[in-house]
């Protein structure tokens, strides 16, 4: 099942996005037997109400057409910071090393750690589908992408183990770990100013529910303007998302609607040669396999 969050009648409400690439309000799909008109609500509603809700999106049609939807973030306003992951893919550590290499002081290891490295975003930095990434000047022009395949909690719990982890799961969507470059490298080694300009979480276009979806090997692209920047496997993760709960939820309850946006692969922007940041006017797309494609423009501030 897609769940999604989009305007009616100018208001963001839950919806599913049918087979017909239509999409439906709950609310209306389950018969008004509900109120549950946001995506956390589902989230909490229990799995009877999910069944239902599955049964009622199996058959519906002819909503409103995705062309024509206004979508949002699947979760608008997270309830409180997502959790991102760093160097989660070797060869992007792998150019961020060369990289980092032909300028400035060493902050970084030479070598992935043993344990993930872990930082967040606020909740204000997220956005949907199409809505505009604020360009950061005056602040900095050093504006770059990180596709990442985002994991929605569905059930809380402290201590996760490996093994239960993936039961804690309730689906995935796409992320964009818009990143403020030389801001990110400007405070003592703590990545979270650059990472925390409003605009700069990009999520979307929906959550596809985990029973319908195995994470473990889908492909992960980034294109700006068309061309294409990166192309890897999620199966190529240093640390696998049964590691990553594990870790995020010691001695930390994840709470349902939790997201863990779980790190980027080789081809972003300050790494390549010569380095390439986005400008205003361009267009940056994350697509994930068995997901959807989350587009967003960039604009300077007014
Ligand atoms: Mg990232």
């Known amino acids: 099942m897609r769940l999604c969050t989009f305007e009616q009648r100018g208001v963001p409400a839950a919806g599913v996005v049918a087979r017909d690439d239509t999409v439906l309000s709950t609310v209306d799909l389950v018969g008004g037997a509900t109120d549950e008109d946001d995506v956390l609500d589902l989230l909490l509603a229990g799995e009877e109400f999910l069944t239902d809700l599955r049964n009622a999106a199996r058959k519906a049609r002819g909503g409103i057409p995705l062309a024509s939807a206004k979508l949002h973030a699947p979760i608008p306003r997270p309830p409180r910071n997502v ?9 992007h550590f792998e150019e961020g090393k060369q990289a980092r290499g032909q300028s400035g002081p060493q902050l970084a290891p030479q070598e992935i750690p043993q344990f993930p490295a872990l930082f967040t975003k606020n909740p ?14 005056p602040h900095s022009e050093q504006l770059d992408w990180e596709a990442e395949l985002a994991v929605v909690i569905g059930k809380g719990g402290r201590d996760i183990t490996e093994a239960a982890a993936m039961s804690h799961v309730f689906g995935y969507t796409c992320a964009n770990d818009i990143s403020v470059r030389d801001v990110q490298r400007r405070h003592g080694g703590q990545w979270f100013k650059g990472k ?20 473990s090997d889908l492909a992960i692209r980034s294109r700006v303007n068309g061309a294409g920047k990166q192309d890897s496997r999620t199966k190529f993760m240093v640390f696998k998302i049964p590691r990553l709960i594990a870790e995020v939820s010691a001695g930390c309850e994840l709470w349902p609607g939790d997201m863990i946006i779980t790190g980027t692969p080789a081809g972003v922007g300050f790494a390549r040669t010569p380095p390439e940041f986005l400008k205003v006017g361009d267009v940056v797309e994350v697509e994930i396999e068995g997901i959807g494609v989350l587009r967003n423009p960039i604009k300077g501030r007014s």
């Open 83 to 91: 959790f991102c992951v760093g160097w989660n893919y070797s060869e």
């Open 124 to 137: 204000a930095t997220v956005v949907g589908p199409d809505a505009p990434v604020f360009f950061p000047a």
């Open 196 to 215: 925390n300009f409003d605009t700069h979480l990009p999520m979307g276009p929906w959550i596809v529910t985990a029973d319908e979806l195995d994470p």
